[in-house]
């Protein structure tokens, strides 16, 4: 489906283009140091737009708090 790879290219894109075009990596072991702290900001302090400038994380628990 068409529509399923929007969010996941979206996030290739941000990675790409924020985080690994900036750096040149000296070994695999920074670049995956580097990656999963950019992944970290990402998906916890990240703000978004399209989420009322909130970042997922704060979205998420938002809502499992809603929920429960």
Partial sequence: RALDNVFIERLWRSLKYEEVYL????????AAD????????????????????RAPYEVYTSLAWANA
Wanted: glycine residues 18%.
């Fill in 34 to 53: 580097s990656i999963g702290h950019y992944l970290e900001f990402y998906n916890n302090e990240r703000p978004y737009q399209g989420l009322g400038d």
């Fill in 23 to 30: 750096h040149g990596y000296r070994d695999g072991f920074e």
